[in-house]
Structures are given as structure tokens and as C-alpha cells.
């Protein structure tokens, strides 16, 4: 069994991520929590690229101690940072999707503040990207992973309470509903992390961490 740490605290990407990964056999993928590992991890890089890079480093350095490595073994870590792009903002908010409306805001917060930005524009196009970082534990190295999917911004929330972040108001193409009105296993066949996770899943399987 191979086991892998992903570097999140989010249970929705974490769900999201297991589900998407679940038929690759002899991963297993853990937690931030379930790996015993505490703490905020840094994100102050200017690119989605280097946020995930950032991320996975800050957990590789954990977890080479001496110390750690007496009471666990992992194959390898990887992180994702994942930025909303609206054209016409400029591809803002970007990799400040997390804290577009302050520090410490709540995805309500956001989404206000992203329809305030967007009142009365008629182009509403936007699009999630997610970069992944892998960490392989024997061979070292990072490899990176992008997904990304293409919509448009609603003038008001869509939810029946499924997904998070901006979900209630990105339609992606080719859909009548948003991100928060799919089942989760529709959402990952399309969306930014469920295909970058799929080409992650493509190197697991084909190059044995
Ligand atoms: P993160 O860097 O992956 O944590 O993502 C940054 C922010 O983008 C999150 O705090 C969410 O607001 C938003 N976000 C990331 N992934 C999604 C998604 O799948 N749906 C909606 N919003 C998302």
C-alpha cells in the first residue's frame, strides 16, 4: 500500500480528492490530521504553482524528521492551490480566491463580494484552475498537475447545499446548473480538481511513487 499525505485541512476537497482517486488501487490517502501534522501551512507565493509547491514542501519538511519517520512511513505528499480567474476582473481573484473579500472571511463574504464586483457586467466569464504538486519520498523531485474548467458567474446563488467556495454561483459550460446543484461524482468529471486529480491518478498508476 502506498500512502500518500494530502496537505489540506478541507473536508470537501479531501472527500473530493479520496473519491476521484478511489479507483487507483494501493493508494491510500491521508489527512493533514490523520498524519498528526499541526499547524497553518504557508501560502504566500504569487502563483497557484507555487502556493501547491510551497504547501508540499512545508509538509515534506515535517515529515523527514528523524522522529516522524520512526512512527510513520509515507510514499510521498501532495498539495493543490486553486484560483477562480474572471476575465473581467482581470483573472482576479485568483490566488486570492480564499481571502478575496479579507483575511479570514467565509465563502459567503466572497460571493458577495464577487457579485458586487460583477454588478450590472454582461461578461460573465470565468474559469477555476487548480495546480497540483507531487513530492515523491524516494525520488524527491515535484511534478505538477493543472486542471482547469470553464463558465460563467451567476447573477445570484444556485445551491441544494451540495459543494463549497464559489460553488453556489460558477455554471460551468455546457450545464444548466452550478457546481452546488451537481452530485459530487458530476462535479469531479468536470471540475478543475477532479481533472487535475485525474492526471495525477494517470502518473500514480503508471509510475509507481
Ligand atoms: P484553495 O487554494 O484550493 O484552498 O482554493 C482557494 C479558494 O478557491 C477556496 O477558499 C474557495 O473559495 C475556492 N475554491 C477552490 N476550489 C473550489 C471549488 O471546487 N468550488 C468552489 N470554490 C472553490
Not at 6 to 19: G, Q, S
Not at 52 to 72: G, H, S, Y
Not at 146 to 156: M, S
Request: glycine share 10%; proline share 2%; charged share 30%.
Amino acid at each position: 500500500m502506498r500512502r500518500l499525505i494530502f496537505a489540506t485541512n478541507n473536508k470537501h476537497k479531501l472527500t473530493e480528492v479520496r473519491a476521484a482517486l478511489s479507483d487507483v488501487k494501493d493508494i491510500e490517502i491521508v489527512s493533514l490530521a490523520e498524519a498528526g501534522l499541526e499547524g497553518e501551512i504557508p501560502e504566500t507565493a504569487d502563483t497557484l504553482e507555487g502556493n501547491a509547491q510551497q504547501k508540499a514542501e512545508w509538509v515534506l519538511d515535517r515529515i523527514k524528521t528523524e522522529e516522524f519517520r520512526m512512527k510513520n512511513s509515507f510514499d510521498g505528499v501532495f498539495a493543490d492551490d486553486t484560483g477562480l480567474e474572471v476575465e473581467a476582473l482581470g483573472g482576479a481573484p485568483g490566488v486570492y480566491s480564499a481571502r478575496f473579500a479579507g483575511e479570514h472571511c467565509s465563502f459567503d463574504d466572497n460571493i458577495d463580494k464577487l457579485l458586487g464586483a460583477l454588478d450590472g457586467e454582461k461578461n460573465r466569464k470565468a474559469c477555476f484552475r487548480t495546480v497540483i504538486c507531487l513530492i515523491e519520498g524516494v525520488k524527491g523531485g515535484e511534478k505538477f498537475f493543472e486542471g482547469r474548467v470553464d463558465g460563467q458567474i451567476l447573477t445570484e446563488r444556485h445551491s441544494n447545499g451540495e459543494g463549497f467556495g464559489y460553488d453556489p454561483v460558477f455554471m460551468p459550460d455546457r450545464f444548466a446548473v452550478s457546481f452546488a446543484e451537481m452530485p459530487l461524482e458530476v462535479k469531479n468529471s468536470i471540475s478543475h480538481r477532479g481533472l487535475a486529480v485525474k492526471k495525477l491518478a494517470e502518473y500514480l498508476v503508471t509510475f509507481k511513487v
